[in-house]
């Protein structure tokens, strides 16, 4: 069972938001600073994100693997400026095993943590570290300037047989990620990095949010499907809630 669940995925909810928004960047001579702020307009608005300072999501992840699907349920919480924490039961019983696995992802802003009930604890380091430093809380878009990103707009790409906006982030430290937008609707449809886990080398993580719905006047996605070293997650949330009060220490390893 451990090797089909390497803990290669670093999840998070806090870039999955967006609206549609009319128009091609291309057709218009957008810049990849016009592309970000039609963005950030069509996720409700620069006033309307910046009240937003955390989020609690819960609903159930399931995970292909090569002997069958596990599934249980999932909470994921996220608090400005970039804390965040994923904790997911699995049901082993489905693929005939020894009843339920924990595991936890959790980050302090400084110091983060994959934890497994079946392969133990392990500190996030490197790319892992400085991709959950840079997933800054409700957008890395909202003020990724003054935090040292920045930004390019390439060439477009189809994503589901549609064209597609790319952008590419560059963090101050940290691989880069490609965000995907929708070249009609401007709402993200894919994100992806290369990362180095110490488990399996370099990988490549997907991630394709999808079922967008108004919470608070903001488009969140409620499923959000990732790969990653040839495992499958899908999370669909049945509840996502905005400006809950999240203890700073839930964040932190006991």
Known sequence: MKRFLN?????????????????????????????????????????????????RATGVIVISSPVGDLSGPVEMSAKAPNKMRATMHIDLTAVGGPGEMLIDQLFDGTTGWMINSMQGETPMAGDQLEGAK???????????????????????????????????FAPKAGAPSRMFFDAETFMLVRTTSKVNNPQVGDVEQVSEPTDYRAVDGIKVAFTIAQSAAGQNITMKFTKIENNVALDDAMFVKK
């Open 134 to 168: 840079n997933a800054y809380f409700p957008s890395p878009l909202l003020n990724y300037k003054a935090n040292g990103a920045t930004i390019t707009l390439e060439a477009t790409q189809k994503v589901n047989d549609r064209d597609a906006l790319v952008l590419l």
């Open 7 to 55: 803990s290669a995925l670093l999840v998070c909810i806090g870039p999955a938001l967006c609206l549609g928004f009319p128009g091609s960047a291309r057709a218009q001579g957008l810049t990849a600073e016009q592309v970000v702020e039609k963005h950030i307009t069509a996720v409700g608005g620069r006033e309307a994100l910046a009240k937003i300072t955390s989020r």
